[in-house]
């Protein structure tokens, strides 16, 4: 069977965040068909047109990593109701320069994280509306606003809430059924 590639973007740059115990929970509650790997996104210089001539090697790099990928997993927390600086930076390196966007119809899904109640409501839509005009089919459902994240791992990073497994293995499963149906 083959698996597809799989890039997962961390919206945290904290080491020990929530967004990135989720990340390495996803991955290993991922059907075998999904092949994920967690890409940094910390050391992209911030993204200004006039070194669209001559980008630097970390745009190229990045651009590439993701023209070669088959899908895209996004976990983020919320800041100020929105996307964190680092993922819009990577939205932007990715899309740039005009008309050569390396995002292009590469199917994704959405997982936001949050300590709060509403796990990163706003987040998580401010990203689905940017992957709308990048041409990036996102999962629709089932949707994943993860709340109350500081109370779901334990000391390791380990995620132990049996229902928030469950949940987030049958997202994993509707995830690489929506990546088999958009790369057909």
């Known amino acids: 069977m083959m698996a597809y590639n799989i890039v997962v973007y961390v919206g945290s740059l904290r080491k020990a965040s929530f967004s990135r115990k989720m990340a390495k929970a996803l991955i290993a509650l991922a059907p075998e068909s999904l092949q994920l790997e967690i890409m940094d996104i910390s050391k992209l210089p911030m993204y200004n047109e006039d070194l669209d001539e001559s980008p630097p090697e ?13 899908g895209i997993l996004f976990v983020t927390p919320e800041y100020n109701r929105t996307i964190p600086g680092v993922l819009k930076n990577a939205l932007d390196v990715g899309s740039r320069p005009y008309g050569e966007s390396s995002w292009d119809g590469k199917p994704a899904a959405v997982v936001s994280v949050s300590p709060s109640a509403i796990g990163a409501f706003g987040a998580n839509h401010h990203l689905r509306q940017a992957l709308a005009y990048l041409n990036v089919p996102a999962m629709a459902q089932p949707e994943a606003y993860v709340g109350h994240a500081n109370e779901l791992f334990d000391e390791d990073g380990s995620l132990t809430n049996a ?20 790369k057909g």
């Open 163 to 182: 229902a928030t497994i469950e949940f987030l293995r049958d997202f994993m499963r509707a995830f690489a059924d929506w990546v088999a149906t958009i």
């Open 58 to 70: 970390e745009w190229v790099l990045f651009r590439k990593q993701l023209k070669d990928c088959d």
